[in-house]
């Protein structure tokens, strides 16, 4: 398309480059979903677009050193003494910027999509899933080195940012068409990432029996395990996942496999992000969180008192949670929104034997 008119308006921070416009534009279409990320572009439009997301480094991560540390504000130092440049102007303290300061994630999405393929798109939670990730990254050497496991990865754009000092990433998803997508996003990143790490899309089907799918028996399966792959998931020690709370089908599905995983091999931690979605239910004539409920089934906020009737319900529940305070993450996406129901959770298998 020519013309700067044709092009659609993404708000920041995703920049369109590329779009691929329907062949048949008479053809009727499922119902379609959009990302709040997206709000702005004209849904008329459909295909993959290539997106640039940076990512900078906030003013409370200060590089000292050669190594950046998070500092908390001291209010005693606001007021300090300022002093006059040669023309009589105030002279402020500036931050030295460095080579790290910024950097920028090419990621291939979709503007809407169906509901079964949402992993299309890039979603709110996203986002604060990866300003933690990058947080943790920034701050300590947590996940240096470590085997990392996506779920309902869609785009792949936390696992890429873990690509950049894990030695192995395996981004899994459901779907050969986001699968592709995934690994397009892999490639398009591929320069970036150190040569010492290995990143794999992979399928992985909650609902599907276990162990997933491997290559021995799907041979022209593309995105199938090879069982040396399956070995080294068993040794992750860190599981992320971010806007995967929607259906409770799928939620039950989920937590299924979270059982298989965080119960095996090393011990794992899960950090989750969601966003609480609202809508109105006739049992309850109220506006309700539903899918937010249904994960609340699963996970024991570590930090509830419960009544001694209520321990062995306490005992019985498979997973302990934290939920991780947001205000003391900083924004290293730029210019998102991180809205008011979004929440972020550490998660871990307390079930014994």
Partial sequence: MDGDDDEPHISPPIQPETMNLP??????????????????????FSGSFVSHFTFSIPPDVKYIESKYEYEVVDDSKQHQEVSLDDDGDLSLPRRKKHSKDKFVVDIRHNITSSIPKVGLQVWRAELVLADFVLHK???SSEFDGIVAVELGAGTGLVGMLLARVAKTVFLTDHGVEILENCAKTVHLNSAMLPSKTSVYVRELDWKASWPPMQRNSAPCHSYAWNPSEFEELERASLLVAADVIYSDDLTDALFGTLERLLSSG???????????RYNFSLDDLDVVANGYSCFRRYVRDESDEVEHDDLENRSLCAFVGTRIDLTEI?????????????????IKYAREG
């Fill in 23 to 44: 062949e048949d534009s008479e053809k009727e279409e499922e119902d379609h979903v959009m990302s709040e990320i997206h709000v702005g572009c004209p849904p008329k």
């Fill in 137 to 139: 990254m920034f701050t």
């Fill in 266 to 276: 090393l011990k794992k931690v899960l950090y989750l992000a969601l966003e609480k």
């Fill in 330 to 346: 900083p924004r290293y996406a730029d210019n998102y929104d991180r809205g008011q129901d979004v929440e972020l959770w550490q």
